[in-house]
């Protein structure tokens, strides 16, 4: 398996992920050779990063959000072994790399025998809905932030 | 604008493009802040990329594949420019990169005004549905992409 | 054909649509059967609902709206003839039943063979999202359905 | 509330459905005002439909099925109560009726608060997909279909 350039060393990159969450594959997200959809992974990375984010209480309640909320910069998905309708999959989720506004956020999933399906990534942007400019993170969701790293480092 | 590691120049990659078909934002594709999901690109980029499979007649009719089929290795998206409910969406699809069983697609997202909305890429294989591995492009489908890298050299 | 019981005659009812606008369906759309997803005529009967008040001006400009919004209070489609991935599908709409604050619509899916492929209806009900509670249509809104319906009669 | 006319008393219309499954409403299944997309109740019926066949054992594993195979005649949804992203809805399925080759499903929603959000209906024919003619049911079928039955009647 050659590694996508945002996975240095697939053993170390895979044991850094703390959050996940599971999603069971629709019928109407598989196609007609029995699969799932290529579009399908972005839903549940989608899926899981809105769940990581409020475990986190990065962005508060989403629908009230006014003066920053989180938008996608960039999405990626690297499909390493196909998923069926009825698989049970964990997705993983991690913040990378936190810079001022943004985040970089790596996805891995998971089927029920724990084989690695997918890996992902994608940049998160904070920014002013209203002016469309990036807000750097304030205090508190820079606490969170590093508080997430050194929970990996540990 | 930064551009993604798979633009060197902008204006020529925009120059390769001869390819594109136009899709229509769905009131189901937009979410709670008015525009378009973070899924529909792939939604759009799959739509255009099977439509240029058959310009080409590359893989023949889908449904009646079976010793060979194109699947997709890999996807990514960078967001330009916010895409909204009723946004008249033109994608255009180029094959950046033949290999011997593989073409790396990429796709460029334009809107009713000109603007770039989207940019993306992906890898397509070409697999024996059954054994699962890669089968190099036959004579016919060489000639195809050949015949397109030709009409973009001139 | 066994009629659905919103369908009296058959030639009358299809005769009475004076609104359609076209749809693609999308390979994502289609089930691993080859062809079109059950869930997918909802998602044509939307789009085509809402380009159908948006050339009656009805509800105005939906995002803006808020002291009264259209809401779905019910859906219902019979599958009468299969749709398949590339079809180019008409997909009509008329207002069949105008009350006080809700409109009966009806909706009727044609192929590019002109054969009948769905017969769908639903209510609309002009709601205030804030307390939930119906809104009688205005003048504007009731001068434009009567319009519609003089059309028909004629 | 006015009950939809495939309902006669909704205390016993409740008290028959014996099979239920749970699902999660997805972000890119909300829509701008906030709340689940019209389409969606279709979506999560089609889910729990499979799951109740299966639960029965009624047609057999999908993708294998060749000489007889369930499609849909009608769907019908009432819309009695929103739904918003994070609920954790409840979607009950009985088989209200048993023909000689259909059977009438209906569903109901149910949120995490035990309110009534959705009711539904439609049938489903078992057919031949080489011929499209209607097969009635076996033996093994009818039984499976009677206990079902009887279950409810005790």
């Avoid at 992920?17 to 399908?40: A, C, P, W």
């Avoid at 769940?51 to 209480?57: I, M, Y």
């Avoid at 790399?97 to 904070?126: K, P, W």
Wanted: net charge negative.
């Amino acid at each position: 398996m050659r590694l996508p350039n945002y996975i240095q060393d697939l053993t170390t990159w895979r044991s850094e992920f703390k959050f996940s969450t599971t999603v069971e594959i629709r019928f109407s997200e598989t196609d007609m050779f029995g699969h799932m959809n290529n579009v399908s992974p972005f839903i549940y990375f989608e899926e899981a990063r809105i769940k990581f984010f409020d475990q986190l209480n990065l962005f508060g309640h989403l629908a009230e959000a006014q003066s920053k909320v989180p938008v996608v910069g960039d999405l990626q998905c690297d499909y390493i072994r196909q998923i069926f309708f009825g698989d049970q999959i964990s997705i993983y989720v991690k913040a990378a790399e936190v810079g001022n506004s943004s985040i970089d956020i790596h996805y891995m999933a998971i089927n029920q025998n724990n084989e690695l399906c997918l890996t992902g990534r994608g940049t998160v942007v904070q920014i002013n809905p209203k002016t469309g400019k990036s807000v750097p993170f304030d205090d508190h969701q820079r606490k969170q932030l590093n508080s997430l790293r050194e929970s990996v480092n540990k």
